[in-house]
């Protein structure tokens, strides 16, 4: 069934000062209105040269790329208009293209629209949406592959035997002369093979949620220990404001960077001290810093000389988390080998390399899995909710229930993996995920 949608507009890329801009249309009204603002007569699927004209003004020098339905990004007739890089001219030719009968596209509708017309399936649009907001190589690569329909397989390959074995139960209930009734013990060996398969997934999961969102690692320490100085030093340029008073950081502070593929969130955080000797913006700021510690995963503790009791109670805090040692200020400081310290300074560089591959080596052994794809926290869910409906199949087999038992849970366990790859969706889905979009993808 072919969806009748009407014509949108938008700049597919950021409305800034550029080289270029472009300006996409989509609708079955795109090469009509496309037509009446351009130079010349468009060849379909060839590249256009001309001018955006308003009557007898030109607006803009162009190249103007027209693609025939269902050939397109969105499965419809598309335009994408290559202007200048001005605000002014992309803003201008916009309300000209308004004029004659487009509207403004609404976030991520053009990737909608290319799901509505089964061009790509859910997990592939969300697979967009990874790629555009991808820090890391790592999360790139995985979200190309699912891009390229790696995780839609999986989970048709999943559907298919769990789709089969309902329509034989299905069969054998409407049919029982003709079809033989399958046995339970069959029925739970195909559940119990899906919900290994389903476990195989999950079990990365962790992993998956690393790769897509990053690794959180946290600077912790007293005030005036060096946070603000290591963390500028992490990502090579100077984002935190450093100086001698205490107190200076009095907000957590978030900056990603890529190490070897890696998402790396590093955050800086708060001097801990008595808070007896802090002020109520600072006393604020120690409570952030300690909910900091609770959502990382790496801690970077930092110390000047020696590890007081303050320091201790810290570090206990932060006991559940993979905890790396720096004393700071080698440079004035002697180094030490408390805790396994890494000894470092800011001030020269030093110990830095040798701080990032100790990083590295924990990231490695929190995310060691080399995965060909990743999923999301919706999916996931799908995923248990499919793993719990087959384990309620196999639940209700032991007690020999009638066949159109097992085949109501079956049913769902097939359309909770649909609704992964968009067999099954709401409006309130769909929303939820093309709402994190920007507008003109």
């Known amino acids: 069934m072919e969806n009748n949608f009407d014509t949108i507009v938008a700049t597919a890329t950021p409305l800034a000062y550029s080289a270029v801009g472009i300006i996409r249309i989509s609708g079955k009204n795109s090469f009509f209105i496309a037509e009446s603002i351009f130079s010349k007569k468009i060849v379909p699927k060839k590249i256009n040269y001309g001018y955006i004209v308003d009557n007898s003004k030109k607006l803009d020098e162009v190249v103007l790329l027209p693609f025939v339905a269902p050939h397109s990004y969105t499965g419809e007739d598309v335009v994408e208009i290559q202007t200048h890089g001005s605000p002014v001219i992309i803003n201008s030719i916009i309300e000209l293209i308004i004029s004659k009968g487009a509207r403004m596209a609404q976030k991520g509708e053009f990737t909608k629209r290319a799901f509505l017309n089964h061009r790509i399936d859910l997990s592939q649009a969300e697979a967009v949406l990874d790629i555009i907001n991808s820090k890391g190589t790592k999360s790139t690569e995985n979200a190309l592959a699912n891009l390229g329909g790696y995780l839609k397989d999986k989970i048709n390959f999943l559907k298919k035997d769990l789709t089969e074995l309902y329509s034989k139960i299905i069969a054998s209930i409407d049919f029982p002369e003709d079809v033989a009734e399958i046995e339970s013990k069959d029925i739970v060996s195909i559940c119990n093979d899906k919900i290994l398969e389903i476990d195989n997934i999950l079990k990365n999961s962790s992993s ?70 802090a002020d109520v913006v600072e006393k604020i700021g120690i409570e952030n810093s300690l909910k900091t510690i609770e959502t990382s995963n790496i801690v970077l503790f930092l110390f000047e000389n020696s590890i007081d009791e303050i320091d201790k109670n810290l570090i206990e805090f932060a006991k559940d988390k993979e905890i790396l040692y720096i004393q700071t200020k080698c440079d004035i400081n002697k180094p030490t080998s408390e805790n396994n310290a890494i000894n470092i300074s800011s001030m020269t560089g030093f110990g830095i390399n040798i701080l990032k591959d100790k990083i590295y080596e924990i990231v490695q052994k929190l995310a060691p899995e080399e995965l060909d794809y990743t999923t999301n926290k919706r999916q996931q869910t799908c995923l248990i909710q499919a793993k719990n409906a087959l384990l309620n199949v196999i639940e209700t087999s032991e007690f020999n229930c009638e066949p ?30 093309f709402s994190n979009f920007c507008i003109g993808k």
């Open 208 to 277: 998956h949620d690393f790769i897509r969102d990053g690794i959180n690692v946290c600077l912790i320490g007293k005030p005036n220990v060096g946070k603000s100085s290591l963390f500028n030093s992490l990502l090579n340029y100077t984002r935190a404001i450093v100086t001698p008073i205490e107190g200076t950081t009095r907000d957590t502070i978030k900056e990603a960077v890529n190490l070897n593929g890696y998402i790396i969130n590093f955050v800086d955080t708060a001097g801990i001290r008595d808070k007896d000797k």
């Open 404 to 433: 159109d038992l097992f085949a109501m849970d079956l049913k769902s366990a097939i359309l909770s993996l649909g609704e992964i790859v968009g067999e099954v969706f709401t409006d309130t889905i769909l929303d939820d995920i």
